[in-house]
């Protein structure tokens, strides 16, 4: 027990001894703390004391000689917000612009190459001469209850007639009368399909090949077949 | 006026915002304040490289005030961080040792009683006291100039120089030891000019 008491007293002591600072340490606060020491500090405490105050003594001439190029370097490099700011919305339109460039050329090459969905392509064709959608773009209805007339193998006769559509070219009547077709595809009655003028064989009978309405009937194609295709 | 202190104190912020916005007269107040202690950080530092070294602190400053935060204290010891990066890269790159502003030889003669010590100290230079102060091992020296010249405690030194606040206590009152030594078996003999009758 007492053993224990007297390590426990050797403890508290050391532990005071470390949190006290020594008389040398006491007066170091002091020096780095710009306190004055007294006159009862030994003279090589006072020496140093005159040290460490000219250390930090007035400034010399030399060292503020430079101030004139110091100001005009601050001048130099200081950064500029404003034109920063003017960045942003000037870029803003030019981007927008070449987007729209960008759109309006690819647009115009998918139109010159006749890829376009129908409506756009129609666009395309009265606004730039674009090939005219094909009607194989539209929606393929069924027509296998209709019986290929004798013309069905005209338009196959018909060599180079890469204009009209399949169904022109097989002589396939289309047994959808709906006039789903424009009006660029009135029945000519020539025989002579164009490009626009989609598989616009001889009408097998008059009034419906020749349509003169723009409204192609389930008989068109079903002429004799002497159209001529037309590149 | 005495370093150590900090004397802008209540009208810093408003002389840090004209700054940030381009005043060239805030500015030369803020040199003025600073360069001197910083100049003198780095000569012990740094040596014959402070100014070149300090040149490029206050770039970095120009740069970047406008996004600086903080009091005249904080600025210091921003500052001070700064200048001690720069120098720590300039002597990676140099790979060579700061060059004391003068040698021992130069700075000290025979040793004398202390009474003759202080009456030759009462004419000590800034320039020779900093040359003294730069005879210590360069950590020492370095703690002591921004604890003493540059007047932070010892919490923002320990910041700047990447120590706990005990080690830098540790340093500096070591350094003074060192100091005390040396200036008490010394006489200097070379008060140049600017120095201060104390």
Same mark, same amino acid.
């Given at each position: 027990? !007492?053993?224990?008491?007297?390590s426990?007293?050797e403890?508290?002591?050391?532990?005071?001894k470390?949190n006290?600072?020594s008389?040398?340490e006491?007066?170091?606060?002091?020096l780095l703390a710009r306190r004055?020491?007294?006159?009862?500090?030994?003279?090589s405490?006072?020496?140093l004391?005159l040290?460490?105050?000219?250390?930090?003594?007035p400034?010399?001439?030399r060292?503020?000689?430079?101030e004139?190029a110091?100001?005009?370097?601050f001048?130099a490099?200081?950064?500029?917000?404003e034109?920063? !700011?003017?960045r942003g919305?000037r870029r803003l339109?030019?981007l927008?612009?070449?987007?729209?460039?960008?759109?309006?050329?690819a647009?115009?090459?998918?139109?010159?190459?006749?890829?376009?969905?129908?409506p756009?392509q129609r666009?395309a064709h009265q606004?730039?001469?674009?090939p005219?959608?094909?009607?194989a773009?539209r929606?393929p209805r069924?027509s296998?209850?209709v019986?290929p007339g004798?013309?069905?193998?005209?338009?196959q006769?018909?060599? $180079?007639?890469?204009g009209p559509?399949?169904?022109s070219r097989?002589?396939?009547p289309?047994?959808n009368p709906?006039?789903t077709?424009?009006?660029d595809?009135?029945?000519?009655g020539?025989?002579q399909?164009t490009?626009?003028?989609? $598989?616009k064989?001889n009408?097998?009978?008059?009034?419906?090949?020749?349509?003169?309405s723009?409204?192609?009937?389930?008989?068109?194609?079903? $002429?004799?077949?002497?159209?001529h295709g037309k590149? | 006026?005495?370093?150590?202190r900090?004397?802008?104190v209540?009208?810093f912020?408003?002389v840090l915002r004209r700054a940030a916005a381009?005043?060239a007269?805030?500015f030369?107040?803020?040199w003025?304040?600073?360069h001197?202690?910083?100049?003198r950080?780095?000569?012990v530092s740094a040596?014959?490289a402070?100014?070149d070294v300090?040149?490029?602190?206050?770039?970095?400053v120009?740069?970047?005030?406008?996004?600086f935060r903080?009091?005249?204290h904080e600025f210091?010891?921003?500052l001070?961080?700064?200048?001690?990066r720069?120098?720590?890269?300039?002597?990676?790159?140099?790979?060579?040792?700061p060059?004391?502003?003068t040698g021992?030889?130069?700075?000290?003669?025979?040793p004398?009683a202390?009474d003759?010590v202080?009456?030759a100290?009462e004419y000590i230079?800034?320039?020779?006291?900093l040359a003294l102060?730069a005879t210590?091992?360069r950590?020492?020296a370095?703690?002591?100039?921004l604890r003493?010249v540059?007047?932070?405690?010892?919490?923002?030194v320990a910041?700047?120089?990447?120590?706990s606040?005990?080690a830098?206590?540790?340093?500096?009152?070591?350094?003074l030891?060192t100091?005390r030594e040396?200036?008490?078996?010394?006489?200097?003999?070379?008060?140049g000019?600017g120095g201060?009758?104390?």
């Amino acid at each position: 027990m !007492r053993v224990f008491a007297a390590s426990l007293a050797e403890m508290w002591s050391s532990a005071r001894k470390r949190n006290r600072l020594s008389p040398d340490e006491a007066t170091a606060e002091l020096l780095l703390a710009r306190r004055h020491l007294g006159r009862h500090e030994p003279a090589s405490q006072r020496t140093l004391e005159l040290v460490l105050a000219a250390a930090a003594g007035p400034a010399t001439e030399r060292e503020l000689a430079g101030e004139t190029a110091a100001v005009t370097a601050f001048l130099a490099a200081l950064p500029e917000p404003e034109p920063a !700011r003017r960045r942003g919305p000037r870029r803003l339109p030019v981007l927008a612009v070449a987007l729209v460039l960008a759109a309006l050329v690819a647009l115009c090459g998918t139109g010159e190459a006749g890829a376009l969905p129908a409506p756009l392509q129609r666009l395309a064709h009265q606004a730039i001469k674009a090939p005219a959608p094909s009607p194989a773009m539209r929606v393929p209805r069924p027509s296998a209850d209709v019986t290929p007339g004798p013309g069905a193998t005209g338009s196959q006769s018909a060599p $180079g007639s890469s204009g009209p559509s399949q169904e022109s070219r097989t002589g396939k009547p289309s047994a959808n009368p709906t006039p789903t077709h424009t009006s660029d595809s009135q029945g000519n009655g020539n025989g002579q399909p164009t490009a626009t003028d989609n $598989g616009k064989g001889n009408g097998g009978t008059p009034g419906q090949g020749g349509n003169p309405s723009g409204h192609p009937t389930g008989n068109n194609g079903n $002429g004799n077949g002497n159209g001529h295709g037309k590149n | 006026m005495l370093y150590g202190r900090f004397v802008l104190v209540g009208d810093f912020p408003e002389v840090l915002r004209r700054a940030a916005a381009g005043d060239a007269s805030a500015f030369a107040r803020l040199w003025r304040d600073t360069h001197p202690p910083l100049l003198r950080y780095l000569w012990v530092s740094a040596g014959d490289a402070a100014e070149d070294v300090a040149a490029e602190v206050w770039l970095e400053v120009a740069r970047r005030i406008g996004s600086f935060r903080g009091g005249e204290h904080e600025f210091r010891g921003w500052l001070f961080t700064m200048a001690r990066r720069k120098m720590i890269d300039r002597h990676r790159y140099e790979a060579r040792r700061p060059v004391s502003p003068t040698g021992d030889g130069e700075l000290l003669d025979h040793p004398a009683a202390d009474d003759t010590v202080t009456a030759a100290l009462e004419y000590i230079s800034t320039e020779t006291a900093l040359a003294l102060i730069a005879t210590l091992p360069r950590d020492q020296a370095e703690i002591i100039v921004l604890r003493v010249v540059v007047g932070l405690d010892a919490s923002a030194v320990a910041q700047i120089v990447g120590k706990s606040p005990g080690a830098v206590r540790v340093a500096a009152h070591r350094g003074l030891r060192t100091l005390r030594e040396r200036v008490a078996g010394a006489t200097v003999t070379s008060p140049g000019r600017g120095g201060v009758t104390l």
